[in-house]
């Protein structure tokens, strides 16, 4: 349980510092199985399936990707 809670609390460090909705920032993640290697190169570079898995997560209609606000109903 503590290291879901460490892997929680990294991540929202990781969006925070980033200003990446913390939904995005999970789902990158997710994605990359936890490596911040490949989580970086996801949040430079993006993924198709990062924003439908990240808005999944949510009721929000929108989300913040750095500079970028992306809308639900873009997707």
Same mark, same amino acid.
């Given at each position: 349980?503590? @290291?879901?809670?460490? !892997?929680?609390?990294?991540?929202?460090?990781?969006? &925070?510092?980033?200003?990446? &909705? *913390?939904?995005?920032?999970?789902?990158?993640?997710? *994605?990359?199985?936890?490596?911040?290697?490949?989580?970086?190169?996801?949040?430079?570079?993006?993924?198709?399936?990062?924003?439908? *898995?990240?808005?999944? !997560?949510?009721? !929000?209609?929108?989300?913040?990707?750095?500079?970028?606000?992306?809308?639900?109903? @873009?997707?």
């Amino acid at each position: 349980m503590a @290291d879901q809670q460490n !892997k929680a609390h990294h991540v929202a460090e990781w969006a &925070s510092l980033r200003n990446t &909705s *913390l939904e995005i920032a999970e789902a990158i993640f997710e *994605l990359c199985n936890y490596d911040e290697k490949k989580a970086e190169q996801v949040w430079e570079d993006g993924n198709d399936e990062v924003l439908p *898995l990240a808005f999944s !997560k949510t009721d !929000k209609d929108t989300l913040f990707w750095d500079e970028q606000t992306i809308e639900r109903k @873009d997707l």
